[in-house]
């Protein structure tokens, strides 16, 4: 049986703008995060305490916060990435409500994102854990490639439960398994999905889908299947660089609405809204909604 019910987490401003190859007003970015929120989205990751030397697109986090600070909608939580303690300090001092820590289940990929080991990131994950903890802050853990890498090819499923395991045993709360580049399918999502249930339960998992070859919404069925109820996605299907063919977003936001309200699984979120949002947003960024369901329900 499915789960009844199912939490989104929305990711658009951060892995959505943070492939923006034009610069987004931080009034842009803020008033997004207000309409996620109206649209009842309750989990929105809304920047990145990142360097802003590699991903410049987030340099304004904490400009980002302090706007959304200003205007907060109960019950909503903002999460935020933090890849060291740098990042966790400055995401502490912003007010965030939860933090994530981001590894990957391929080498290549880990250097090239965090510029450290896989060994070397979850060392360097430790004092942010023990910082969280003391300041009584949720740590989600994040896991790239778990499907295959950019530069290396396919990913083995034991690779990804063995960090997904080492991420639970170091106090995170969840971890977040992501197809960085949408290479996965039902059959090797659900094998990768079979190695990480042996070693951590399904409601500590997240599916983190990208959507680049179609298959983001088979992948969430076959992990709803698994036991999984917690999917992060993108509003519009924001995410993907004009200039770097073959990269695309997360799943969109509305696509994996409409397949939830379709399987009579409640998420709180309300499709209208969110079509609304995905217009405004793409508007904005002069383009069209990146999803299926943006366009078809516009057009009724
Ligand atoms: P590094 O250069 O090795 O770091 O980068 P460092 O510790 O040697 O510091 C170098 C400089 O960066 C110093 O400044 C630090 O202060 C500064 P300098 O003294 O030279 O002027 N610095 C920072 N500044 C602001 N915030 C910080 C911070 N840390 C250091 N937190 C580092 C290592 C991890 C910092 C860097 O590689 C980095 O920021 N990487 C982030 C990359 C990123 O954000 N990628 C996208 C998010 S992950 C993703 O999209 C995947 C996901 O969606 C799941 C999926 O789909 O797979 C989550
Ligand atoms: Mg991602």
Redesign the pocket.
């Known amino acids: 049986t499915l789960p009844s019910r199912v939490r989104i987490v929305e ?1 658009g401003p951060r ?1 959505g703008l ?1 492939n923006e190859p034009l610069p987004v007003s931080v009034e842009t970015k803020a008033e997004l995060v207000a309409r996620l929120a109206d649209a009842g989205l309750t989990t929105i990751e809304t920047t ?8 410049p697109q ?1 340099a304004d986090a904490a400009k980002v916060m302090a706007r959304v600070n200003a205007s907060r909608r109960p019950g909503v939580r903002h999460t935020v ?4 303690l ?2 966790f300090e ?1 995401a502490r001092a912003a007010g965030v409500d939860e933090v ?1 820590v ?1 590894a990957a289940a391929s080498e290549s990929f880990s250097q090239r ?4 080991s896989i060994d070397e990131s979850l060392t360097r994950f430790e004092p942010v854990l023990a910082a969280a903890r003391e300041a009584s802050l949720p740590v989600r853990g ?1 896991i ?2 778990v499907a295959g890498c950019p530069y290396e090819g396919a990913v083995a499923p034991r690779a990804v439960a063995d960090i997904a395991a080492r991420l639970i045993a170091m106090g995170c709360f969840e971890v ?1 398994l ?3 580049i949408g290479s996965g399918n039902p059959a090797t999502i659900r094998a990768m999905l079979d190695a990480v249930l042996a070693r951590v339960p399904a409601a500590q998992l997240a599916g ?1 889908y ?1 959507d680049t070859w179609g298959m983001a919404i088979a992948n969430i069925l076959v992990s709803l299947e698994a036991g999984i109820a917690v999917f992060d996605a993108s509003v519009g299907g924001l995410g993907g660089c004009p200039y770097a063919p073959g990269a695309s977003g997360n799943v969109a936001t509305e696509d994996v609405q409409w397949l939830m309200q379709g399987l009579g699984i409640d998420t709180g979120v309300d499709l209208d809204a969110l079509v609304d949002t995905a217009a405004w947003i793409s508007n904005e960024l002069g383009r069209r909604p990146a999803s299926r369901v943006a366009p078809a329900r516009l057009a009724q």
């Open positions: 990711v892995d943070q990145a305490f990142v360097s802003p030397r590699w991903v987030m990435l933090t890849p060291n740098k990042g400055a994530a981001f994102n965090i510029n450290c994040y790239s490639c977040s992501g197809d960085t983190h990208h």
